[in-house]
C-alpha cells in the first residue's frame, strides 16, 4: 500500500468520524404533509406536528421541517430540544390556533441552540379573545433559546403577547411583522425578559399594546428598523414589581413611531423594591402624533399593588439623540423620576417634536431629573 494513498484514505476516515459525530453529514428536510396532516383548518394536526419535530430534532446532520401549505390547525404544542443539530423549522404555509385556545403559549421552542424560524408564511392566533377570558396563551415562545434566528415571520391575531423570548441568548429576530387590531387588549407585539444578546431588526409592529417591551434581565437588547403603530411604543418595564429587577445595555435605533399612545416609555412602579435600568441609547427616532413622545413614570401604582409614592428603581445613563416629530399632547418628554432616587446622567441631544396641529406648542416636564442637554431642543428642556 502507497503511504500517500493510506494518508488520504486516513483524512477521509478522520472527516467521516468528524461528521457522523458532529453531524454534519447532510442535512434533511421533514414535510408536515409526510405526516399525515390535513389542511383546511378543522382536523386538529398537533400530533403530526410533534412527530415532525421529533425526527427533525433527532436527526443529526441538520434538519429543517417544512410547512408550505395550509391552513394547518394546531393545537398549542411544546417544541423542545435539545436536538442533535441545527434545526429550521421553515413556514411558507399558514398555522392557525383553534378558537378560544387557553394556557401559557400556542407554538413554544424550549431548550434549543442553533434554532431558525422562518419562511414567511403566518401563524394566526385567531384572537383578540372573548373581554375578561382568563388564561391566554402567547402565540410565538421561546424559552431557554441561543444562537437562534427568527426571521420573515407573519404573527398575527395574538390574543395576548406576539412573540416572547425568556432565558434567551444570542438570538436574532428580523423582517417579523405582527398585527393586530389596535383596541386588542394586552397585545404586545415582542415582549422580552432574562435574555441577553437579542437584536430586533427590519420588522413591522401593529398591535394593542407595547409594540417592543423590555422586561426585568433584559441586557445588550438592540432594536434596530422597526416602525409601531397603533401600539404602546417601545417599552422598558414595568420594573419595580419584585427586588433587584434590572434592564441595561439597550440600543433604540432607527426606529418610526405611527400615532402611538406612548413612545419611548420607562415605567417603574412606586414600592420598596430596588432596581436599575441603566445604559440605555435611543437614536434617529421618527414620530407622528405620538400621545407621550418620551416618557418616564415611576410614580406607577397599579391599584392593590403599591401604595402611592415613588419607586426605588434607579434610572441612569439615558440617552435621546435626535429625535423628532409630532405629538398628539403639550407634553412631549416627560420626565418623572423618583423623588428617592433622582434619575441622573439623562442626556437630551437634538429634540425637536412638535405639537400636531396648527395651534399649539410643545412643552417638557421634569422632576428629579438630571443630566446633559446638547443641540436642537423642542420643547424647551427641563433637566
Ligand atoms: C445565557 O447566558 C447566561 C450568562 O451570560 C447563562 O447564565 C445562561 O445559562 C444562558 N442561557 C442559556 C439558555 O444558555
Ligand atoms: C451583544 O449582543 C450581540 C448579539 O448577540 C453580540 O454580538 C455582542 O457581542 C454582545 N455585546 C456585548 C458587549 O455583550
Ligand atoms: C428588510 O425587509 C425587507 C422586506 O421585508 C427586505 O426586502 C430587506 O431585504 C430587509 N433588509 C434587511 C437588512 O434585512
Ligand atoms: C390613531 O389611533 C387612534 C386610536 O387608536 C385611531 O382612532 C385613529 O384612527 C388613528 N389615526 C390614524 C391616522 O391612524
Redesign the pocket.
Known amino acids: 500500500m502507497n503511504y500517500r494513498l493510506s494518508i488520504s484514505k486516513f483524512t477521509v476516515l478522520l472527516l467521516l468520524i468528524f461528521c457522523l459525530n458532529k453531524g454534519y453529514c447532510h442535512s434533511r428536510v421533514f414535510h408536515l404533509d409526510d405526516y399525515g396532516a390535513v389542511k383546511g383548518g378543522k382536523v386538529d394536526n398537533s400530533k403530526a406536528l410533534l412527530k415532525a419535530w421529533d425526527d427533525a430534532c433527532k436527526w443529526k446532520g441538520g434538519s429543517r421541517l417544512d410547512i408550505s401549505s395550509g391552513p394547518y390547525l394546531v393545537n398549542a404544542v411544546l417544541l423542545v430540544g435539545p436536538c442533535k443539530g441545527p434545526i429550521e423549522f421553515h413556514n411558507t404555509g399558514s398555522l392557525i390556533a383553534p378558537l378560544g385556545l387557553r394556557g401559557q403559549y400556542w407554538i413554544e421552542f424550549r431548550y434549543i441552540d442553533g434554532l431558525t424560524v422562518s419562511g414567511s408564511g403566518s401563524f394566526d392566533g385567531r384572537g383578540p379573545p372573548k373581554q375578561g377570558s382568563p388564561y391566554l396563551p402567547t402565540l410565538l415562545r421561546f424559552s431557554f433559546v441561543t444562537n437562534s434566528n427568527a426571521q420573515d415571520l407573519k404573527l398575527i391575531n395574538s390574543q395576548t403577547t406576539h412573540f416572547n423570548l425568556f432565558a434567551c441568548n444570542n438570538t436574532k429576530i428580523s423582517q417579523i411583522t405582527i398585527s393586530s387590531p ?2 386588542s387588549p394586552n397585545t404586545d407585539g415582542i415582549k422580552i425578559g432574562e435574555s441577553n444578546g437579542i437584536i430586533i431588526s427590519n420588522s413591522t409592529i401593529a398591535s394593542g399594546d407595547d409594540c417592543v417591551a423590555l422586561l426585568t434581565g433584559s441586557k445588550n437588547i438592540s432594536v434596530i428598523g422597526v416602525t409601531c ?2 401600539g404602546h411604543g417601545i417599552s422598558i418595564g414595568s420594573l419595580g414589581g419584585s427586588p433587584n429587577e434590572h434592564v441595561e445595555q439597550i440600543f433604540v435605533s432607527n426606529i418610526k413611531l ?2 402611538t ?1 406612548n413612545g419611548l416609555r420607562i415605567k417603574t412602579k412606586a414600592t420598596n423594591m430596588v432596581g436599575m435600568v441603566t445604559n440605555v441609547r435611543y437614536e434617529n427616532v421618527f414620530m407622528d ?1 405620538v400621545q407621550n413622545p418620551i416618557i418616564f413614570d415611576q410614580n406607577y401604582c397599579p391599584p392593590k399593588t403599591c401604595k402611592q409614592g415613588s419607586s426605588r428603581v434607579q434610572i441612569s445613563d439615558v440617552k435621546f439623540r435626535n429625535i423628532y416629530g409630532t405629538s398628539k399632547t403639550n407634553v412631549a418628554v416627560n420626565l418623572q423620576c423618583s423623588g428617592r432616587n433622582p434619575c441622573n446622567k439623562i442626556e437630551l441631544k437634538d429634540i425637536e417634536i412638535k405639537y400636531q396641529g396648527l395651534k399649539g406648542k410643545t412643552i417638557s416636564s421634569c422632576s428629579h431629573a438630571s443630566g446633559e442637554v446638547y443641540g436642537i431642543q423642542v420643547p424647551k428642556p427641563c433637566i
Open positions: 389596535g383596541d403603530g397603533p405611527l400615532n399612545t402624533g
